[in-house]
């Protein structure tokens, strides 16, 4: 019987195959992860878009806060120029005119709310000692508390009474702060301390200075606003002199 030779061509024939498939098939793993690659990154950055939109509504809504509670705290001030300016004229001003809320005009929620237990809550801006409430009214805040969480003029600040009486503060809008080194000085009268830092000056709390231990002539690391101009700042350090300690 005679031999069947086999086909030199089959092998050839289906190596070539092997070897075209998995180039086909790395180019379509390739595109695949490339597509993967960029709908990770529209992701990612879609999500970046997002916390950068948050960040500027919230401090919309912050700065918004802020120019009610001043402007409700000017208008007691406001009324008695204009009051004034009729006197000086000679025209008739209304002795008991009806009481204007302008907060009501300008915040969409109450003044002030109520919890389930009958306590108060509202918000109201730090302006360097005290709150502003968006009811117009100042509340006294804790020196010790204010040098503690380093308040800023600026703060938006959350204030809850409860049915004791109790005054509790809570910082919920911090606003966006810098540091200044400057030289802490003593009030000529005697009543209260400030920083000066080139020609300029802020006026501090009493109650860091003494924590600190800072006398006249010390440096001092202060808290201010960064983006708007301030009457007061915070202290958060003292740089003693050798020769005061």
Same mark, same amino acid.
């Given at each position: 019987?005679?031999? =069947? ?8 024939? #289906? +190596? ?11 180019? @379509?793993?390739?595109? *695949? ?7 990770? +990154? ?6 970046? /878009?997002?916390?950068?939109? !948050? ?8 700065? +918004? &806060? ?8 000017? %208008?007691? /001030? %406001?009324?008695?120029?204009? /009051?004034?300016?009729?006197?000086? *004229? ?14 009501? =005009? ?43 969480? !380093? #308040? ?11 049915? =004791? ?34 020609? /300029? @000056?802020? &006026?501090?709390?009493? *109650? ?14 202060? +808290? ?6 301030? @009457?007061?700042a915070a202290v958060e350090n003292v740089? =003693? ?5």
């Amino acid at each position: 019987m005679e031999k =069947r030779e086999e086909s030199p061509t089959e092998e050839p024939a #289906l +190596l070539a195959q092997e070897t075209t498939m998995p180039e086909n098939l790395d180019l @379509k793993i390739h595109d *695949a992860t490339a597509k993967t690659e960029l709908k990770d +990154l529209e992701i990612s950055f879609n999500f970046e /878009k997002i916390e950068l939109i !948050k960040q500027i509504v919230r401090e919309t809504q912050n700065n +918004l &806060r802020r120019v009610n509670c001043i402007l409700g705290e000017e %208008m007691p /001030k %406001m009324e008695e120029k204009i /009051k004034k300016s009729f006197l000086e *004229a000679d025209i008739p001003f209304m002795q008991n005119p009806a009481p204007v809320n302008i907060m009501a =005009r300008t915040v969409s929620q109450p003044d002030v709310a109520y919890g389930e237990s009958g306590e108060r809550i509202m918000e109201g801006v730090f302006n360097g000692q005290n709150m502003i409430g968006a009811d117009g009214k100042e509340y006294i805040v804790p020196a010790n508390y204010a040098s503690k969480s !380093k #308040l800023v003029e600026g703060d938006i600040l959350k204030l809850t009474i409860n049915v =004791r009486g109790n005054f509790l503060f809570k910082q919920i809008g911090p606003i966006e702060r810098t540091r200044v080194v400057g030289t802490l000085q003593e009030s000529e009268a005697g009543g209260g301390w400030c920083v000066n830092s080139g020609n /300029k @000056k802020w &006026r501090v709390l009493t *109650a860091p200075v003494t924590y600190f231990k800072g006398e006249s002539g010390d440096e001092a690391v202060i +808290l201010i606003p960064k983006n708007t101009p301030s @009457k007061w700042a915070a202290v958060e350090n003292v740089i =003693r002199s050798v020769e005061t300690q």
